[in-house]
């Protein structure tokens, strides 16, 4: 079984419609887990971790302005710096 890593990238966290909407995947999808991020912040060390330990993101934000919100954006300039690590490139999906 996947494991799925619900990121909450909206401005009002799980306040608002994205947070109810990550709180309903978190139901359905078992061994699934919720990244906030608006929440008190995570050490980067404990989101490469979150990161390794998942194997698919499922990413959740509202539309400000024609865009993502500004903690989803902060979100791949931190994740940067794990771009060519295990936690993006390596293939966990069996071959068909």
Not at 30 to 38: I, K, Q, R, V, Y
Not at 43 to 56: G, N, R, S
Request: glycine share 8%.
């Amino acid at each position: 079984m996947k494991k799925v890593l619900i990121i909450n990238g909206a401005i009002r966290g799980a306040a608002g419609n994205s947070g109810a909407l990550a709180n309903a995947a978190l139901q359905q999808l078992p061994g699934a887990s919720l990244l906030d991020l608006t929440a008190p912040p995570a050490t980067i060390k404990a989101v490469y971790e979150l990161l390794l330990a998942h194997d698919a993101f499922l990413i959740v934000t509202g539309v400000y302005w024609n865009n993502w919100g500004s903690p989803l954006q902060r979100f791949p300039e931190v994740a940067t710096a794990f771009e060519n690590s295990p936690a993006f490139l390596v293939n966990r999906w069996p071959a068909r």
